[in-house]
T-cell receptor, first 114, second 113 residues
Framework: NAGVTQTPKFQVLKTGQSMTLQCAQD?????MSWYRQDPGMGLRLIHYSVGAGITDQGEVPNGYNVSRSTTEDFPLRLLSAAPSQTSVYFCASSYSRQTNTEAFFGQGTRLTVV | AQSVTQLDSHVSVSEGTPVLLRCNYS??????LFWYVQHPNKGLQLLLKYTSAATLVKGINGFEAEFKKSETSFHLTKPSAHMSDAAEYFCVVSETGRRALTFGSGTRLQVQP
């Protein structure tokens, strides 16, 4: 059982480049989300999805796009990378829309924008 | 609005001594509360959660937390620290009906031999 799988684990981008962070889960979870982790700030929600075809913005959505064409996959797109997007990104999933259920996290993607 | 304050950014204990990681929360409604642990270069793992059942919650690896509504606290404790407990710990709050978790800023636990 793979759980939540994120790729790549590490990435270096130049300012202005675009890229997609991949996230896949094999638990048939309906709720998926993306967070960024910055020192001293915990995790902050970027975007989330409550099911295939449904996405919404979180706390810090600017500069990021998402889509959810299948239950399993929830990619995060950086449209034009900026140094302020240097961070560790985590994808999470849970079986219910109710946020009192356990969230399962991927291993993270460490992104550096130079 | 919901918010979480972890009162210590770093805690250092000796192996075999008790651990106390402090968390206060603010919530307009009946919250669900969680503690997650993050080992270096790893994802987050759930330690325990409170969802309005028993106020004393037992988690994995000997950790437990007590929900105190009057003090709006959800402190994490362990009677005896082990070297493998060295990690970062996050207190997390969620209100019923909201679609997002709110994370505290984290507490880094060091365990000295």
């Amino acid at each position: 059982n793979a759980g939540v799988t994120q790729t790549p684990k590490f990435q270096v981008l130049k300012t202005g480049q675009s890229m997609t962070l991949q996230c896949a889960q094999d638990m048939n979870h309906e709720y998926m989300s993306w967070y960024r982790q910055d020192p001293g700030m915990g995790l902050r929600l970027i975007h989330y999805s409550v099911g295939a075809g449904i996405t919404d913005q979180g706390e810090v959505p600017n500069g990021y796009n998402v889509s959810r064409s299948t239950t399993e996959d929830f990619p995060l797109r950086l449209l034009s990378a900026a140094p302020s997007q240097t961070s560790v990104y985590f994808c999470a999933s849970s079986y219910s829309r109710q946020t009192n259920t356990e969230a399962f996290f991927g291993q993270g993607t460490r992104l550096t924008v130079v | 609005a919901q918010s979480v304050t972890q009162l210590d950014s770093h805690v250092s204990v000796s192996e075999g001594t008790p651990v106390l990681l402090r968390c206060n929360y603010s919530s307009s409604y009946s919250p669900s509360l969680f503690w997650y642990v993050q080992h270096p270069n790893k994802g987050l793992q759930l330690l325990l959660k409170y969802t309005s059942a028993a106020t004393l919650v037992k988690g994995i690896n000997g950790f437990e937390a007590e929900f105190k509504k009057s003090e709006t606290s959800f402190h994490l404790t362990k009677p005896s620290a082990h070297m493998s407990d060295a990690a970062e710990y996050f207190c997390v709050v969620s209100e019923t009906g909201r679609r997002a978790l709110t994370f505290g800023s984290g507490t880094r636990l060091q365990v000295q031999p």
